[in-house]
Nanobody, 121 residues
Framework: QVQLVESGGGLVQAGDSLRLSCAAS???????MGWFRQAPGKEREFVAA????????VYADSVRGRFTISRGNAKNLVALQMNSLKSEDTAVYYC???????????????WGQGTQVTVSS
């Protein structure tokens, strides 16, 4: 089993920055980690992902160039630096993990509880 705990959500204004963090525990060696989000009335969508080493990163078109995902040296930590936030970034953000980076983009095995990000315009 893998447990994921997010932190760092909050209320910001459009154009501001925010950093989300996620700590994983359990058997996570070799796992890809990433982020999904769910806006009110919408389905969950992929945001960003990182392979185990952090050398491979993938982003949704809607956040590429504004968001940066990074893995900690301990590899069980993943962060999402969000810059130039827009009102449409408002959502609950979920940390996810999966043994496969490809699988993580579509249907991750493990999910955190989520953290709310609200961007006021």
């Amino acid at each position: 089993q893998v447990q994921l705990v997010e932190s760092g959500g909050g209320l910001v204004q459009a154009g501001d920055s925010l950093r989300l963090s996620c700590a994983a525990s359990g058997r996570t060696f070799g796992y890809a980690m990433g982020w999904f989000r769910q806006a009110p009335g919408k389905e969950r969508e992929f945001v960003a992902a990182s392979g185990w080493s952090g050398g491979i990163t993938v982003y949704a078109d809607s956040v590429r160039g504004r968001f940066t995902i990074s893995r900690g040296n301990a590899k069980n930590l993943v962060a999402l630096q969000m810059n130039s936030l827009k009102s449409e970034d408002t959502a609950v953000y979920y940390c996810v993990a999966d043994p496969s980076l490809a699988a993580l983009k579509n249907n991750p095995d493990y999910w955190g509880q989520g953290t709310q990000v609200t961007v006021s315009s």
